[in-house]
């Protein structure tokens, strides 16, 4: 398997980006074309945030996985922040191929390097394959997680 | 019972805040004395980025709740921004009293107001009373929540 690589995003990935979300058994039905001008606003809300980092996984110059880290400030656990992991997809063609672990291990270290104390992420309670995933790396499932729909 | 209001917290309310979040049986352990610098620090992070809003709900010139809220941009669900309550804690002496309905309301409808598609927060699976409180709210304990302390 040829080397992994990590940068952030650029806008030349959006097409790619909103392929890989939508090419996914839960997200499919709530993605659109990534023509949609949705995505654009998006990304520049994303990349104009010092605090967001939507990061894309290459190999052999194809993007074959994304991410978003969130850092963010608090004043619990004596002022800590923390690093928030959100969107992971992986290409159909690269999934059980070590990739998704390389890129939580990456972003995981990028939220130490930002000195967070925490990770934290919400698993969607059917994906069931994921969250062996999850625990493999070290998170534990030690909370609920709520959403509202507006 | 006296209108409560709700505002952005202050600098001047920091000791306040500092002691609302050690008045918990799960954060008491975790919090140092409020004259302690990282809390100033973590004021600081927060109220410089607009993408964070510390608040404090006020009954009668006193504070009596505080909640963060995060307002977090995203690709997925068609560029879905986010809104996240961390942090909720409400004071001994007014518990059982409407006050977390009401700060609650209030953070949705914040989120309502900066365009948010979903409200979104992780509750420690050891607050049992807090799960059911959350559930008439309208939220949805659809997804497990990890943590992975670094």
């Known amino acids: 398997m040829s080397s992994i690589t990590f940068r952030r995003a650029a806008p030349d990935d959006l097409m790619a980006l909103v392929a890989l979300l939508a090419d996914d058994p839960i997200g499919s039905g709530r993605e659109s074309?990534?023509?949609?001008?949705?995505?654009?606003?998006?990304?520049?809300?994303?990349?104009?945030?010092?605090?967001?980092?939507?990061a894309v996984a290459e190999r052999a110059g194809r993007v074959i996985g994304v991410l978003q880290l969130s850092f963010i400030p608090g004043l619990t656990r004596r002022g800590m922040w923390r690093g928030q992991i959100e969107g992971v997809r992986v290409a159909a063609g690269a999934r059980r191929d070590g990739v998704g672990r390389a890129m939580l291990e990456w972003a995981i270290e990028e939220c130490r390097k930002r000195g967070c104390g925490m990770v934290q992420l919400t698993s969607d309670k059917r994906r069931t394959a994921a969250h062996g995933f999850y625990e493999a790396l070290g998170f534990r499932a030690t909370h609920e997680g709520y959403k509202l729909a507006l």
Chains 1, 2 share one sequence.
């Open 33 to 54: 074309a990534g023509t949609d001008p949705c995505y654009a606003a998006a990304f520049s809300a994303i990349d104009d945030d010092p605090n967001q980092l939507l």
